[in-house]
């Protein structure tokens, strides 16, 4: 299932307050559990502490601060709340294996023009395609300027301001099952979203013949607006019968999504499956056969 209510508004104040000094006194009130029992709850959800989170998506912002921003590295070190620049140095060399100066050296020397940029972004990103019933109304490439950890996220955005909600697309991949046979498999990742009229992960299961025997595309559970980045996932089973496995990010209608950090992961029956097509969720007995209920 996604992270628990007190996660996903803890991520969300997190981002929000990035370049502010926080600490886990603020944290508490924002998601209405206890100091300790929140520290619990996302260190046994993300799999990382607090601090931790913080620290990674503040360097994060860094990298993207070093390839387009001016700023010297002491500003960009103070503004995103380290104590000196040797702190700075050191935390961000831990995660992208060079100090900050090297780095922006780096990839500034790797930059392209804008017209290169322009041909990459026309290009299929390795390992994934645009698709949909729409997909000429919308637009699939890597973004280096906005993401969530590493370098680069995906982004899907329509490319017209007429697609309505009938209409979508969908960046996606698909990967045989072979694998992940008799297992309960749990995909996640981290979206961002703009003006979106409604998107969400996907992840579906298909047979030899293309039959489709789990999916869920969080239809009930979709994210709308403008958003900050927050963690989603599906846990579909994958049964012997299975073949292969497809998943992305679905956006219907105009805005724009940003995916990044996917991750597949297998689980125990104690995680809920979010198949929806599974018959619990049908009735039991056929009704109103003559139609002479209301």
């Excluded at 239809?219 to 998943?247: A, C, M």
Aim: charged letters at 20%; one cysteine or more.
């Amino acid at each position: 299932m996604e992270y628990s209510q007190a996660t996903q508004r803890t991520i969300a104040f997190i981002e929000e307050q990035l370049t502010e000094e926080m600490t886990l006194e603020h944290l508490p009130h924002t998601a209405g559990y206890s100091k300790y029992h929140l520290s619990r709850i996302f260190k046994q959800e993300t799999g990382l502490t607090i601090g931790e989170y913080i620290r990674i998506r503040r360097l994060a912002l860094a990298a993207s601060y070093l390839m387009y921003s001016n700023a010297s590295i002491l500003t960009i070190a103070f503004t995103l709340q380290f104590q000196s620049q040797e702190a700075f140095t050191r935390a961000f060399k831990e995660i992208y294996a060079l100090p900050p100066g090297k780095y922006r050296k780096m990839m500034q020397s790797l930059s392209m023009t804008e017209e290169e940029k322009l041909v990459v972004s026309n290009e299929q990103v390795k390992g994934w395609m645009l698709s949909g019933g729409n997909p000429e109304l919308y637009q699939f490439h890597t973004d280096d300027k906005v993401f969530h950890s590493g370098t680069r996220s995906g982004v899907l955005y329509s490319s017209t301001a007429s697609a309505n909600n009938g209409q979508f697309a969908t960046m996606m991949q698909g990967f045989q099952a072979a694998e992940f046979k008799g297992k309960r498999l749990k995909m996640s990742c981290y979206l961002k979203t703009v003006d979106a009229a409604k998107c969400g992960a996907w992840m579906r299961i298909d047979n030899a013949t293309g039959d489709t025997i789990q999916f869920d595309n969080m239809d009930q559970r979709s994210v709308k607006g403008t958003t900050e980045w927050n963690h989603y996932s599906i846990v579909l089973d994958v049964p012997e019968e299975g073949d292969s496995i497809y998943f992305g990010v679905l956006l219907i209608g105009s805005g724009k999504v940003w995916a990044d950090g996917f991750r597949f992961e297998e689980v125990d029956d104690k995680v809920p499956s979010t198949n929806m097509l599974s018959q619990e969720r049908l009735p039991k007995q056929p009704a109103n056969l003559d139609f002479s209920m209301d």
